[in-house]
C-alpha cells in the first residue's frame, strides 16, 4: 500500500486478499490437506491418550449440525445488528452540516480506537468463555461464578486503564493520525467519550465471553437486537437534547447508548437466580 501509493483500493485490495488467503488455510486445515499448527490434525496414533481433531468429508447428520447452526445463526444475527449501527452511525457522521469530510475522518479514527481497545478487552472475554464452557461441562457452578466474578474485576481494571491512557494520549492521538486542523478539532471533541466508553466496553466484551462459555447465544442475539433498537431511536431523540450542529458528539454518544443497552442485557442474564451463571447469588 505505501510503496506502491494505492491508497484506499489498495488497503481494500490487501484485507481482501489476506481474508481469502486465512480462510483457504482455514479449509485445507479442517480439511485435513494442511497440518495444524501442532501437525495433529488429520492423523490419528493409537498410543496417544489425548484427543486428536480427525477431518471428515462425509455430510453430518442433522442432530450434530443443529447446535452449531443455532449458535452461527444467532452470531450472525448478532453481527449484523452491530454492523447495521455501525454503518448508519458512519452515515449520520458523513452528515454533518458544519464539516462533512472532517467529521467523517474523524470518526473513522475515533472508530479504530474504539476498535483497538476493542480487541484488548476480548483478550479476556475469549479467556472467560473457555473457563466459563469448561465449568459448564463440569457442571461447577461455583467455578462458573468464580471465574464470572474475576472477569469481571479484570475488565474493569482493563477498561479503566483504556480510558486513562486515552485521556492522558489526548494531544499524541491527534498529531499521529492527521495533521488536518479541523480533522483535529472533531477528533478532540470525541476522545472523551472514547476514553468513557472503555470501562464500559471492557466490561460488555467480558459479559458477551461469559454468556458465550455459557452457550447462551440465542439471548446475545435478542440483546444485540434490542440494544440496537434503543441505540437507534437515540440518533433521533439526541439532536432534540444536543447541540443539533454537533452530529459527531450525538453519534458518539449513540453509540455508548448501544454498549450500555448491551451491558444492562447481560448484567440481567447474569445475575438471574435462574440462569447459568447466577454471579450474586
Excluded at 501442532?38 to 498410543?47: A, I, T, V, Y
Excluded at 486542523?181 to 465471553?209: C, H, K, M, R
Amino acid at each position: 500500500i505505501a510503496f506502491l501509493k494505492m491508497g484506499p483500493a489498495g488497503a481494500a485490495i490487501a484485507t481482501t486478499t489476506a481474508e481469502w488467503m486465512s480462510a483457504l488455510l482455514f479449509l485445507g486445515v479442517l480439511s485435513g490437506t494442511l497440518p495444524s499448527a501442532d501437525g495433529e490434525l488429520g492423523r490419528k496414533s493409537e498410543e496417544e491418550t489425548t484427543i486428536t481433531v480427525v477431518p471428515t468429508q462425509s455430510i453430518p447428520a442433522w442432530q450434530e449440525v443443529q447446535p452449531l447452526l443455532v449458535a452461527s445463526s444467532s452470531l450472525f444475527l448478532r453481527t449484523f445488528v452491530l454492523q447495521l449501527f455501525l454503518s448508519s452511525a458512519a452515515a449520520f457522521a458523513a452528515r454533518d452540516p458544519i464539516n462533512g469530510s472532517a467529521s467523517m475522518s474523524a470518526h473513522q479514527i475515533g472508530l479504530q480506537l474504539w476498535i483497538l481497545g476493542s480487541f484488548i478487552s476480548d483478550a479476556l472475554a475469549a479467556a472467560s468463555q473457555a473457563l466459563v464452557a469448561d465449568g459448564m461441562g463440569r457442571q461447577d457452578i461455583a467455578k462458573i461464578r468464580s471465574v464470572s466474578k474475576t472477569v469481571v474485576g479484570y475488565s474493569l481494571i482493563l477498561g479503566l486503564f483504556l480510558a486513562l491512557l486515552l485521556s492522558v494520549g489526548t494531544d499524541s492521538v491527534l498529531h499521529v493520525f492527521t495533521t488536518d486542523a479541523d480533522t483535529q478539532e472533531a477528533l478532540s471533541q470525541i476522545i472523551p467519550l472514547i476514553a468513557l466508553a472503555q470501562p464500559l466496553n471492557a466490561y460488555v466484551f467480558a459479559a458477551d465471553g461469559i454468556l458465550q462459555g455459557a452457550s447462551e447465544f440465542p439471548f446475545q442475539a435478542k440483546s444485540m437486537a434490542l440494544s440496537g433498537a434503543v441505540g437507534a431511536l437515540s440518533f433521533v431523540a439526541l439532536p432534540m437534547s444536543l447541540d443539533s450542529n454537533n452530529m459527531l458528539v450525538q453519534v458518539w454518544t449513540a453509540l455508548i447508548v448501544l454498549q450500555f443497552m448491551r451491558g444492562i442485557t447481560s448484567t440481567v442474564k447474569m445475575i438471574d437466580s435462574n440462569g447459568p451463571i447466577q454471579m450474586w447469588k
